[in-house]
């Protein structure tokens, strides 16, 4: 990861030099501090507006270099539609187009932080500044020869605000926020030789720095507490199988705490029952629902969230071996409940099934919620904007609906219902890993509301949104660090004593 883009807060007041970024709605109106900080632009922007076709819609450029009768060497403007009900995703969006107009050379560039009705509020410039930091990511550890033409960002961006100790103030949560989102990004997109089940629970215990109590599950613990069938998935790799445990208490003493849950399978061959050789390597990405929970711990500790949380999650690699895991095997949960193995590649519940029973049981949590890149199937139904989302609780469930709706980390509710259940009937054992073809999602769903014991749960699935996503204005890197900003929202607006 490379952070090259540096932000900061300056007042609202001339831009003399470098880049200037100013906001217009769609009938080309600049707010008044704006245009008195360009010397008056508001004809020269009506007139390129028209030479240009720009016309102001939410989220278009008009860019125009060394700019007539004002001192700047190039003036960005952006438009913002009808200019009412924005949302966070919006400010972000907005710090995003921005940013992918800037260039690898150093650049000085002042963003007028107004709208046409007035100033940004500091939630909004906070937006926008995360926004700027989002796009800038890239994951280039591994190019030991740089372009210039590969996309790279350098820039100091001021951020000219009404009230700089305020945005710094909004800001502060929220760079912890996109430090989170990035932990997650930079995760997903390791190379699963460097990022198996054991370098991964290291880089979870590397959270204790920000007072996360980190605890390791290695096989034998695992086995003492009869995890059978998160073992019997990692039984054919040479590498390890891991449950990392995190518990972060920002809340009142002794107050139940909310559970995150993450699928971590850090290479996923499919096993005995292994996957076409065709984009193979995407499974390095198997692990996104682990890497949200770790981004996510990141982003409410670092920030001194005022809630209790949990993160747990199931690190094994699915490997096919002389001692892989066969189809026809009968593995016994921790929950004491079998499972017939019909395909060794549907082995993300498998690992689910006994994490979601260990904390259900353990912590006895407010609610837990699992993310896993679990089914292509959801991929089919949802396609990449969306991630799949099952409830057993609506309240719950529309809490997550409203978090996605704000922050674009969106989710659509699919269903749940016993009549289900007879798909995953098993001949030889209480059920059986796959459901069939059909409802693929669901079935998944449905298997794992049988390891939640009674508690109001959420299952995301994210195969769609954490990798190989389409870019986005905040988002050009191949893992997406999908779902930190949506959890964050969540435990933010619903879960957090507010002082
Ligand atoms: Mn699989
Ligand atoms: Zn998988």
Redesign the pocket.
């Known amino acids: 990861m490379s952070d090259t883009v540096k932000v900061g807060f300056v007042p609202l007041s001339t831009a003399s030099r470098g880049i200037a970024v100013a906001f217009c709605d769609d009938s080309l109106r600049l707010g008044a501090a704006t245009d008195k900080a360009l010397g008056g632009a508001s004809d020269l922007i009506k007139r390129a507006a028209a030479a240009a076709r720009f016309k102001g819609k939410d989220g278009a450029v008009l860019d125009l270099l060394a700019p007539e009768g004002i001192k700047i060497q190039r003036l960005i403007v952006i438009g913002t539609g009808k200019g009412s009900d924005h949302k966070e995703k919006d400010f972000l969006k907005y710090g995003g187009v921005l940013t992918g107009k800037l260039n690898a050379g150093t650049e000085a560039v002042t963003v007028l932080a107004e709208l046409p009705a007035g100033p940004m509020t500091p939630d909004q410039v906070s937006s926008l500044a995360a926004g700027i930091r989002l796009r800038a990511y890239q994951f280039d550890r591994y190019k030991t020869k740089k372009k210039d033409d590969d996309g790279s960002v350098s820039a100091t961006v001021s951020i000219a605000v009404s009230d700089v100790a305020a945005a710094k103030k909004a800001f502060a949560p929220r760079t912890h926020v996109t430090d989170g989102v990035i932990l997650a990004r930079d995760l997903v997109n390791e190379p699963p030789n460097v990022l198996y089940p054991e370098e991964f629970a290291k880089r979870a215990a590397a959270l204790r720095k920000l007072g996360v109590t980190v605890e390791i599950l290695d096989v034998p613990a695992m086995k003492k507490l009869g995890m059978g069938a998160l073992l019997g998935v990692g039984q054919g790799s040479a590498r390890p199988s891991r449950t990392v445990v995190m518990r972060y208490n920002g809340g009142k003493k002794g107050e139940q705490p909310v559970a995150f849950i993450g699928k971590g ?1 850090c290479f ?1 061959t ?2 005995i029952s292994i ?1 076409p050789a065709g984009s193979m390597e995407d ?1 390095k990405g ?1 692990m996104g629902g682990a890497a949200c929970v770790v981004g996510l711990m990141h982003a409410l500790a670092a920030r001194k969230a005022k809630a209790n949380v949990i993160g747990a999650i199931g690190l094994v690699e ?1 490997m096919p071996d002389g001692n892989a895991q066969r189809p026809g095997d009968i593995v016994t949960s921790m929950s004491g409940q079998t499972i017939e193995i019909i395909n060794t ?4 519940r498998l690992v689910l099934a006994d994490v979601l029973w260990y904390v259900a049981t353990k912590f006895k949590p407010k609610f837990m919620i699992d993310l896993a890149t679990l089914t292509g199937a959801i991929m089919v139904a949802l396609g990449t904007e969306h991630a799949g989302l099952f409830a057993n609780d609506d309240d719950l469930a529309d809490k997550l609906i409203k978090a996605g709706q704000e922050t674009g980390e969106k989710v659509w509710r699919m269903p749940l219902g016993s009549e289900y259940d007879k798909l995953i009937d098993s001949q030889f054992a209480d059920m059986k890993n796959t459901g069939g073809r059909h409802g693929g999602s669901i079935t998944a769903a449905q298997f794992l509301q049988r390891f939640v014991d009674g508690t109001p749960w959420a299952h995301l699935d994210i195969a769609g949104t954490a990798m190989g996503a389409p870019k986005s204005e905040i988002n050009q890197s191949w893992g997406s660090g999908y779902g930190v900003r949506l959890l964050d929202r969540l435990v933010w607006d619903s879960y957090e004593a507010k002082a």
Request: zero cysteines; charged letters at 40%.
């Open positions: 399978v996923d499919g096993g996957k499974m198997d699915n590649d549907a082995e993300g």
